[in-house]
């Protein structure tokens, strides 16, 4: 039986109904990229089983940039890369945090032995000496020694590494002092005792990683004598918790515990780190079971999962910053009334409900106020006064409003929600806010060049706990290049000065001057610290030890799977 | 991003009757859109740049729809956004249709000459054809990364962009048109070439790009939106759909889908009303 006919229905012809049909389908795209982003994105499977007992499964944002510390790969797969395949002489020990009972940190006043047994102190403070472990083996099986450790520093003196900047200003030259005792002993010298704690503070974190000299000098060349670049492509050059197994570029890494460890064999087995770009995929993925850990998440899905079933949140006070650097030399920002008034312009309790959902803390000052002895005597707590910013504006003597251009890194959301924040509430305090987005290369370009006159960013001070590090992390003396907001004031330096030269950093003595030096930054104001931000990574219930660390990684050798 | 061809009415078409009524609905949603962009700024509930509320409030009765992560409202923002949306789409295309205009003739009335203007032509034809070839997107990443994200930027950079299309339409009319016999008479005549481009070859060749211009401005609506969804677009907390799009798709797969979702329709619907009305414009212009 013949199908009946269709009527008769004039097709629609011609260009303008082409036309009309694409253009309502280009129109509907929006609507399906929203629905999109709700998918995995990961490039792998959605639905694959993550741990089974001691096998881990965390997503990252990417893979590193580099697999040694010493050719600069910045970022927190590199450090936690570091972290996971590299060790130190010492650690600080971790301890239960006081403000998340699921949650541990580090004790940053105290040291304990990884590749170093024990460490004594000369009786005037200025040697370190360092008893190294017997029988230790690297992840290519040579034995650690002496040897390596001077190696190690040779090697960050005489690459592009970042360790030289950072280790200011307790090591200035390892060539000098650091010595071989024995195979098993070497010392630190410093010049003044002063030095002694920020000695320990910077050796103990990840840029003191030690390397087996014996593999890095078999694949040295005339063109890469300390074998930077082949490790920075190879890996497992170390002697740390775990040993690289797998390395698929853009997709994921996966690490085998090393049962030659120090510390003993992890307990987790097998970590594989996929890459999941979006932090909000990241976070769906954890939801859904996919995975055990999602690192780098935004603060408003962090708090979101807080408090949801089988998801475990860490609410740890954290050294993890947002900044806002003003550029000194400038208008408006080389009149330091109006530095200030904009400290009194910055909406911080809004910042921290807002865009942190209630996940930040506070800070007051430049250093840890946990440290020993510590003195906070006239630093300022954060405080939006409005009245106050324009007071300082009109004493300052320049017409209202103040313009001035906030930059931030499309790579970092949280700094673009802060800057809408700051430029709603500068209205009223005497500003006029506009917001530039640049990609991270030209955000990095407008530092170094200068050319900024606010930017914010999210960073850490690794080793915060020591003052002088801290102090001068920002601001090193007669180092334009790296103090970005070219703020000097030789009150400042003289502090400073004064605080290393009164013997130990953490003594009341020394305090004082370092409560001086916090005084004079604060009056200068070329940096404002806007808020701690608690950390970005979430666990499945279950998996225990989680610890804060100053570099905000993850210490995967001691976390358990739990239940 | 290809070109659409548009058929020229054959001689010997029926006349326009101007008596019909039907399909004036179909301009109705798209005059509704534009009286939003020029009313709309005027009646907004909060200002669309600064923070109202508490970050990421669901849609209600303070709220129409809701606030996104920063507090802003998402109502005020996609009404405000309209304005610089359509605005942009609407200087896009009319500078992408004088560019279009300018080269196409160019390129048709001189690519088949001999020396060193036919060269020229030539290799502007093909210089059109590489930009293209290259998607609007990336080219207009590349650029307003150059030369930062303000409106002006954008317009000029889309329209230089989505030039191409207009340009490959008019060059082809032109082929047409200076084959007519009736420009060889007006040479004849003494008619200039000047003259017998912009008073006989022009007006022959520019209603094909004139019935694209549809095509244009949705596009450009698209890839503006597109530049802010990929980060590259108006700076924040500016209301512009894409943007908006951009910052609220996280919030959309946390559950959070007001924030998206509301300049993503917003979007689908200006581009939808907008080809309709033209659909029909078009349709009675044929006629």
Same mark, same amino acid.
């Given at each position: 039986m013949?199908?009946?006919?269709?009527?008769?229905?004039?097709?629609?012809?011609g260009?303008?109904?082409?036309?009309?049909?694409?253009?309502?389908?280009?129109?509907?795209?929006?609507?399906?990229?929203?629905?999109?982003?709700g998918?995995?994105g990961?490039?792998?499977?959605?639905?694959?089983?993550s741990?089974t007992?001691?096998?881990?499964?965390?997503?990252?944002?990417?893979?590193?940039g580099?697999?040694?510390f010493?050719?600069?790969?910045?970022g927190?797969?590199?450090f936690?890369?570091?972290?996971?395949?590299?060790?130190?002489?010492i650690?600080?020990p971790?301890?239960?945090?006081?403000?998340?009972?699921?949650a541990?940190t580090?004790d940053?006043?105290?040291f304990e032995?990884?590749?170093?047994?024990s460490?004594?102190?000369s009786?005037?403070g200025?040697?370190y000496?360092?008893?190294l472990?017997?029988?230790?083996?690297?992840?290519?099986?040579?034995?650690?020694?002496?040897d390596?450790?001077?190696y190690?520093?040779e090697?960050?003196w005489?690459?592009t590494?970042?360790?030289?900047?950072?280790s200011?200003?307790?090591i200035?030259?390892?060539?000098?002092?650091?010595?071989?005792i024995?195979?098993?002993?070497?010392?630190?010298?410093?010049?003044?005792?002063?030095?002694?704690?920020?000695?320990?503070?910077?050796?103990?974190?990840?840029?003191?990683?030690?390397?087996?000299?014996?593999l890095l000098e078999?694949?040295?060349?005339?063109?890469?004598?300390?074998?930077?670049?082949?490790s920075?492509?190879?890996?497992?050059?170390?002697?740390?918790?775990y040993?690289?197994?797998d390395?698929?570029?853009?997709?994921?890494?996966?690490?085998?515990?090393?049962?030659?460890?120090?510390?003993?064999?992890?307990?987790?087995?097998?970590?594989?780190?996929?890459?999941?770009?979006?932090?909000?995929?990241r976070?769906?993925?954890?939801?859904?079971?996919?995975?055990?850990?999602?690192?780098?998440?935004?603060?408003?899905d962090?708090a979101?999962?807080?408090?949801?079933?089988?998801?475990?949140t860490f609410?740890?006070?954290?050294?993890?910053?947002?900044?806002?650097f003003?550029?000194?030399?400038t208008?408006?920002?080389?009149?330091?009334?109006?530095?200030?008034?904009v400290?009194?312009?910055?909406?911080?309790?809004?910042?921290?409900?807002?865009?942190?959902?209630?996940?930040?803390?506070?800070?007051?000052?430049?250093l840890?106020?946990?440290?020993p002895?510590?003195?906070?005597?006239?630093?300022?707590?954060q405080?939006y006064?409005?009245?106050?910013?324009?007071?300082?504006?009109?004493q300052a003597g320049?017409?209202t409003?103040?313009p001035?251009?906030?930059?931030?890194?499309?790579?970092?959301?949280?700094?673009?929600a802060?800057?809408v924040?700051?430029?709603?509430?500068?209205?009223?305090?005497?500003f006029?806010v506009d917001i530039?987005?640049l990609p991270p290369?030209?955000?990095?370009?407008?530092?170094l060049?200068?050319?900024?006159?606010?930017?914010l960013?999210?960073?850490?001070?690794?080793?915060?706990?020591s003052?002088?590090?801290?102090?001068?992390l920002?601001?090193?003396?007669d180092?334009?290049?790296?103090?970005?907001?070219?703020?000097?004031d030789?009150?400042?330096?003289?502090?400073v000065?004064a605080?290393?030269?009164?013997?130990?950093?953490?003594?009341?003595?020394?305090a004082?001057h370092?409560?001086?030096?916090?005084?004079?930054w604060q009056?200068?104001r070329?940096?404002?610290q806007m808020a701690?931000v608690?950390?970005?990574?979430?666990?499945?219930?279950?998996l225990?030890?989680f610890a804060?660390?100053?570099d905000?990684v993850?210490?995967f050798?001691?976390?358990?799977?739990?239940? | 991003?290809?070109?659409?061809?548009?058929t020229?009415?054959?001689?010997g078409a029926?006349a326009?009757?101007?008596?019909?009524?039907?399909?004036w609905?179909?301009v109705?949603?798209?005059?509704?859109?534009?009286?939003?962009?020029?009313?709309?700024?005027f009646?907004l509930?909060?200002d669309?740049?600064?923070?109202?509320?508490?970050?990421s409030?669901?849609?209600?009765?303070?709220?129409?729809?809701?606030?996104?992560?920063?507090?802003l409202?998402?109502?005020?923002?996609?009404?405000?956004?309209?304005r610089?949306?359509?605005?942009i789409a609407?200087l896009?295309?009319?500078?992408a249709?004088?560019?279009g205009a300018?080269?196409?003739?160019l390129?048709?009335?001189n690519?088949?000459?001999r020396?060193?203007?036919g060269?020229a032509?030539?290799?502007?034809?093909?210089?059109?054809?590489l930009?293209d070839?290259?998607?609007?997107?990336?080219?207009?990443l590349?650029?307003i990364?150059f030369?930062?994200?303000?409106?002006?930027?954008?317009?000029?950079?889309? @329209?230089?962009? *989505?030039s191409p299309i207009?340009?490959? +339409?008019i060059?082809? %009319? &032109? /082929? #047409?048109? !200076?084959?007519?016999a009736y420009l060889?008479?007006?040479r004849?005549?003494?008619v200039g070439?000047?003259?017998?481009?912009?008073?006989?070859?022009?007006p022959?060749?520019?209603?094909?790009?004139?019935?694209?211009?549809?095509?244009v401005?949705a596009?450009?609506?698209?890839?503006?939106?597109?530049?802010?969804?990929?980060?590259?677009?108006m700076?924040?907390?500016?209301p512009e759909?894409?943007?908006?799009?951009?910052r609220?798709?996280?919030?959309a797969?946390?559950?959070?889908w007001?924030s998206?979702?509301?300049?993503?329709? @917003?979007?689908? *619907?200006?581009v939808?009303?907008f080809? +309709?009305a033209?659909s %029909? &414009? /078009? #349709?009675? !212009?044929?006629?």
């Open positions: 013949p199908l009946p006919s269709r009527p008769d229905r004039r097709p629609p012809s260009p303008a109904a082409y036309r009309s049909g694409t253009v309502v389908l280009l129109g509907v795209l929006p609507l399906l990229l929203v629905a999109c982003a998918s995995d990961s490039g792998g499977s959605a639905g694959s089983p741990s007992g001691d096998v881990l499964v965390e997503a990252v944002a990417a893979v590193p580099g697999l040694a010493d050719s600069k790969p910045g927190y797969e590199a936690e890369y570091t972290l996971l395949t590299g060790a130190t002489l650690r600080n971790y301890v239960q945090a006081e403000d998340d009972p699921n541990l580090q940053l006043y105290d032995g990884v590749l170093a047994e460490y004594d102190v009786e005037d200025l040697t000496t360092f008893h472990r017997e029988g230790v083996l690297s992840q290519a099986g040579n034995p650690f020694d002496a390596d450790v001077l190690s520093y090697r960050k005489n690459s590494s970042i360790a030289p900047a950072i200011l200003p307790a200035t030259d390892p060539a000098t002092q650091l010595r071989k024995d195979d098993h002993t070497v010392s630190w010298t410093v010049a003044e005792a002063g030095h002694g704690f920020p000695l320990l503070a910077v050796i103990s974190k990840i840029s003191g990683e030690i390397y087996d000299k014996e078999e694949h040295a060349t005339a063109a890469d004598p300390y074998a930077v670049e082949w920075n492509t190879n890996g497992n050059f170390g002697f740390g918790p040993v690289m197994t390395y698929q570029d853009g997709q994921q890494i996966s690490f085998e515990a090393n049962p030659e460890y120090p510390l003993g064999e992890p307990a987790i087995k097998r970590i594989i780190q996929r890459v999941v770009p979006d932090a909000a995929n976070a769906q993925l954890l939801r859904a079971g996919d995975v055990d850990v999602a690192v780098q998440l935004r603060a408003a962090v979101a999962m807080t408090g949801t079933e089988g998801l475990q609410s740890v006070d954290t050294n993890n910053f947002a900044w806002a003003m550029q000194t030399r208008p408006p920002f080389d009149d330091p009334l109006v530095r200030q008034a400290f009194y312009a910055i909406p911080y309790e809004q910042i921290i409900e807002q865009v942190y959902g209630g996940r930040a803390n506070p800070v007051v000052g430049l840890n106020p946990e440290a002895h510590h003195v906070a005597d006239g630093l300022l707590e405080e006064d409005p009245q106050r910013s324009l007071g300082l504006l009109e320049v017409p409003p103040v001035y251009t906030i930059t931030v890194s499309n790579a970092v959301p949280d700094m673009e802060i800057a924040q700051i430029q709603s509430f500068a209205g009223d305090a005497g006029d530039e987005v290369a030209a955000f990095q370009e407008q530092a060049t200068k050319t900024f006159q606010m930017r960013y999210r960073d850490m001070s690794v080793s915060y706990e003052p002088p590090y801290s102090l001068l920002a601001f090193p003396e180092n334009e290049e790296r103090n970005s907001t070219s703020w000097e030789p009150r400042f330096y003289e502090a000065a605080g290393v030269a009164a013997g130990d950093a953490l003594s009341p003595e020394a004082v370092w409560n001086r030096a916090e005084l004079v009056e200068g070329a940096q404002i701690k608690q950390p970005l990574m979430v666990f499945r219930e279950g225990k030890g804060h660390r100053t905000n993850i210490d050798s001691i976390v358990e799977p739990g239940s | 991003m290809s070109a659409s061809t548009v020229v009415p054959a001689v029926p326009r009757d101007r008596t019909d009524r039907t399909g609905w179909k109705v949603p798209f005059v509704v859109i534009a009286l939003v962009a020029v009313v709309g700024p009646l509930p909060y669309p740049t600064r923070v109202v509320a508490s970050a409030v669901p849609p209600g009765g303070d709220h129409w729809f809701g606030t996104d992560s920063a507090g409202d998402v109502f005020s923002r996609v009404v405000a956004a309209t610089l949306n359509l605005l609407g896009v295309t009319v500078l249709t004088l560019i300018l080269v196409g003739i390129i048709g009335m690519e088949s000459r020396g060193p203007l060269l032509a030539r290799g502007l034809s093909r210089l059109v054809d930009a070839a290259v998607p609007a997107i990336v080219l207009g590349v650029v990364s030369f930062g994200a303000t409106a002006p930027t954008i317009v000029v950079c889309l @329209a230089v962009i *989505l207009q340009i490959r +339409l060059r082809t %009319e &032109v /082929l #047409r048109v !200076r084959a007519e060889d008479a007006a004849i005549a003494g070439e000047a003259r017998l481009t912009f008073r006989h070859v022009m022959n060749s520019v209603s094909a790009a004139w019935e694209n211009t549809s095509v401005f596009v450009s609506i698209i890839v503006t939106a597109a530049l802010g969804f990929v980060g590259v677009g700076p924040p907390p500016t759909w894409g943007a908006m799009l951009s609220g798709a996280p919030d797969v946390a559950g959070r007001w998206a979702t509301f300049p993503a329709a @917003a979007l689908a *619907l200006a939808g009303a080809a +309709l033209a %029909e &414009v /078009l #349709r009675r !212009r044929r006629r």
